[in-house]
């Protein structure tokens, strides 16, 4: 494995990242500050070289660029794109989209879906590289303060361990899931427990309004009370209350993740009722309303 020393004297590995978005550049300024060797890669060129001197990082213009990198950080919006980046599918068979070195350890902190991840893990570990899902939660300011929580599957110790590093400078708790696919399927059902919460607590809301009681009131008394839960404390004052509707989390995507978590509990063989409702209701919201900040369901619901 290459190394380089980092500020403080200790080695580092190089690592890769790609995906800039709005959780991705935070992540990786949080490797950088740590004093690791980052190159960080977009789809968006003009993005890449903009945050890595934002960050003090070096730009890809190719993916490239990639395979001198021992460890590879993705946050996509989907599996399906982490695997377009990764794999290419266009031949007789499944290959290695870039030339990555046998050993690489390629870490995907999407909210992919499992099954996904276990297909593209076959396709690395046929070419020797090592595929770990480690998914987050915490949202964009526990992006920033590299404080967020790490749902981390893998099936080879020693790639985990080379992996956890650089894992480490973004979070402030690693939960080991298990093998390949369990970090993103426990993502999926933390996000439709999240989104059951979002949708009980916008219902509550609005009927409570139609009452006659006040929103800011029955938030207070949410979190005050047995219906307290991250979103009460975090989403409805600034995102419902107060009208921001921006807290830097999609529609399509939270609709995304409630129906792998759906497909997580269809494969498990378990009748979930509640995260069918869940699903209905955000695809109602998402049909109309398009690509927007999820809390704007909430306007959809509030008209029905």
Known sequence: MTTSST????????????GLGTMGEPMSANIA????????????????????DRIGASALDDAAG????????????TSK???????????????????????????DMSSSNPQDTLATGEVLSAAGVHLVDAPVSGAKERALSGTLAIMLGGNDDAAIARATPVIDAMSAQIYRTGALGTGHAMKALNNFVAAAAYTAASEAL???????????????????????????????????VDGA?????????MTKDVKIAQAVQAAAEHEAPVCAA???????????????????????????
């Open 245 to 253: 509707f921006a807290s830097g989390f999609a529609l399509p995507l």
């Open 7 to 18: 500020p403080n004297g200790d080695t580092a590995t190089k690592v890769g990242f790609v």
């Open 206 to 240: 609005i009927s409570g309004e139609r009452f006659g009681l006040d929103r800011q009131t029955m938030v207070d008394i949410f979190n005050n009370s047995t219906g307290q839960s991250f979103v009460t404390l975090n989403v409805l004052g600034p995102h419902i």
């Open 81 to 107: 794109i982490v695997r377009s980046v990764l794999v290419d599918d266009s031949g007789a068979g499944p290959a290695l989209r870039l030339p990555l070195r046998p050993g690489t350890v390629v870490v």
């Open 33 to 52: 500050k740590a004093g690791f060797d980052l190159r960080v890669y977009d789809e968006d060129a003009g993005r890449a070289h903009a945050v890595a």
């Open 66 to 77: 990639l395979a001198e990198c021992d460890v590879i950080v993705l946050m996509l919006p």
């Open 278 to 304: 869940v699903v209905g209701a955000l695809d109602d919201a998402l049909t109309e309303l398009g690509n927007v900040d999820h809390t704007e369901a909430y306007n959809y619901w509030n008209l029905r």
